[in-house]
């Protein structure tokens, strides 16, 4: 969302696109959406890939620099899991590393939901860019 501290947003083919700077503001409010849509953010990495616990997590730092605790992101596994949405495939040769995938149904769902949520955050940041000076 852009914002006094130097953050553009400007329309691209109807989409927002977003050019942060590296201010504490920005990080606060991106850790925040993350932590607060945790299942969105693990959703958006694991859509396309078969991916640990421990990959998801180091992927979402390395793409939005905020930690999360690998207890929550294997809560929200499981729980995915249990919505058969995701199922466990393990990795040849190692046993013990789960990798997590979609399951068919999985990634209609989860189509669903990120296009549910970018349409919530879209009308959202409309709404304040009508309201800015």
Known sequence: MPSNSGE???LENDNYVVQPTESSVHNCYVQEL???HLDIAVLCVIRNNSMSGQDIAKEIF???QVYVS???IYS????????DILE????KGD???KCYVPTEKGKQIITTQLQEFREA???FLLQINKNLP
Request: aromatic share 10%; proline share 3%.
């Open 34 to 36: 993350i932590k607060r």
């Open 88 to 91: 466990i495939d393990t990795v």
């Open 8 to 10: 553009r947003m400007h």
């Open 95 to 97: 046993l013990r590393t």
């Open 121 to 123: 955050l879209t009308y």
């Open 70 to 72: 690998p207890s929550a």
């Open 76 to 83: 929200l596994l499981y729980s995915l899991k249990n919505k």
């Open 62 to 64: 390395y793409k939005h």
